[in-house]
């Protein structure tokens, strides 16, 4: 597999190294984490050729003698160098039982600068303040954008490879595959499947997984739609699934730790409070629909909206869904002091619909930048004060970007 320099990610590490906390790369299965843990160690062997690097990866046969923590704790101390700077690496560290024992010992010591992953499942957001005693400091990787889909591939012009990613996803294995269904198949079997039909399973003992796959596959169906743990009970009922509005809700929080879906609450941009009833929910890959539910009636519509998402996700920002009085904003993107409103569309050429997309941002008063993204194929123009902004130039454009960053 062809690796690109993930340096976002990568310098997030370095600026953290060397500090006292427990450094947890996490993300949804397959986007990347082992490789971002080898290219830190490459960073430091280049940095500090005399750094002591103990690296460790669970699921390789030569540490199976590891799967239990004493025996994970005594390998670690055995190669620990006081002489120079100590980094343990483990990757898979859920596969050793007890793992959190033998890291806590570790980080009691202030011996060694602890770098782990995990399957997600088994280590999720959730579970890192019970799990460690220490100070834990997570980068979570999401699967490749549309940037790093341009590094991997040969460049064929914007607008073809935009079309490419928007079927293909960013889900790096999948492209050693040639056909689309064999990229749908990879994606299915070793990401949703690994993570919702065993992994989640396992974790918390499901016994029936026909409606977990029920679930999934209705959030998936209603990609950017409001959604609440009692309409979704209510539409299973109806299909003759057996299940309570709790476990629905215990089942959704299962797939948001385990990173499949990220959850936007709504805000109520007049009352300055959230609201609790219904929120949005959105795939941490697009690809995870085609995969799981095909290609027919394709809402691009939906799609653009579900990738633009997870892309202010990755710029750092806190995403919300805006609300004012009856109108709704798709999102409300903050960081800091910086906040701007964002329209998402995949056709505003028609008057009609443009007037549509913009009235929600429009009946907004105060000064913060508002910007509709849209499939336009043109240079970035502007309506009544509000940015149109083509989707794929937004993905790519360093300008574009900084955009979305304007302070008012």
């Known amino acids: 597999m062809k690796i690109i320099d993930r340096s976002k990610y990568l310098s997030t590490l370095i600026n953290v190294m060397d500090t006292p906390d427990i450094k947890v790369i996490t993300g949804i299965r397959r986007c990347g984490k082992s490789q971002l843990l080898l290219a830190l160690i490459d960073y430091i062997k280049k940095k500090n050729s ?11 046969l030569e540490f199976e003698s590891l799967l239990e923590y004493h025996q994970l704790h005594e390998y670690v101390l055995s190669h620990y160098d006081r002489s120079v700077n100590n980094y343990l690496f483990v990757d898979e560290v859920q596969l050793c039982d007890g793992f959190e024992k033998a890291i806590n010992s570790f980080h009691s010591q202030n011996i060694l600068d602890i770098y ?24 979570e990787v999401f699967p490749f954008s549309f940037m790093e889909f341009l590094d991997y591939f040969d460049y064929k012009g914007i607008d073809e490879d935009f079309e490419e990613y928007v079927m293909t996803g960013g889900f790096a294995g999948s492209y050693l595959y040639k056909t689309v269904e064999e990229k749908y198949d990879y994606i299915k079997k070793d990401v949703y499947e690994t993570i919702v039909t065993r992994e989640l399973v396992q974790k918390y003992k499901i016994r029936n997984k026909e409606v977990l796959n029920g679930l999934v596959a209705y959030m998936i169906d209603n990609i950017s739609n409001l959604m609440s743990s009692n309409n979704v009970t209510h539409y299973l009922r109806e299909n003759n699934y057996s299940i309570t509005h709790k476990t629905i809700g215990n089942y959704i929080n299962y797939l948001c730790n385990a990173f499949v879906f990220y959850r936007a609450k709504r805000y109520d941009l007049r009352g300055k409070k959230y609201l609790a009833t219904e929120n949005k929910f959105y795939l941490c890959d697009h690809s995870i629909k085609y995969a799981v ?65 913009a009235a929600p941002l429009l009946s907004i008063k105060d000064a913060y930048p508002k910007i509709i993204i849209a499939r336009t194929h043109h240079d970035e123009y502007t309506y009544k004060g509000i940015k149109i902004v083509d989707i794929a130039n937004w993905l790519v454009d360093n300008t574009a970007s900084r955009s979305v960053e304007i302070t008012a």
């Open 293 to 357: 539910l095909g290609t027919r009636n394709i809402d691009y519509g939906r799609m653009y909206e579900n990738i633009v998402y997870i892309e202010l996700l990755r710029r750092g920002y806190d995403v919300y869904i805006g609300k004012l009085y009856k109108k709704e904003i798709d999102f409300v993107a903050t960081k800091r002091s910086e906040q701007v409103y964002i329209q998402v569309s995949s056709y505003i050429e028609d008057e009609q619909v443009l007037k549509r997309e």
């Open 116 to 139: 782990i992953t995990g399957s997600n499942a088994f280590l999720l957001s959730s579970d890192l303040a019970t799990l460690f005693t220490g100070r834990t400091y997570t980068v």
């Open 50 to 60: 005399s750094a002591n690097i103990i690296y460790i990866n669970l699921q390789q």
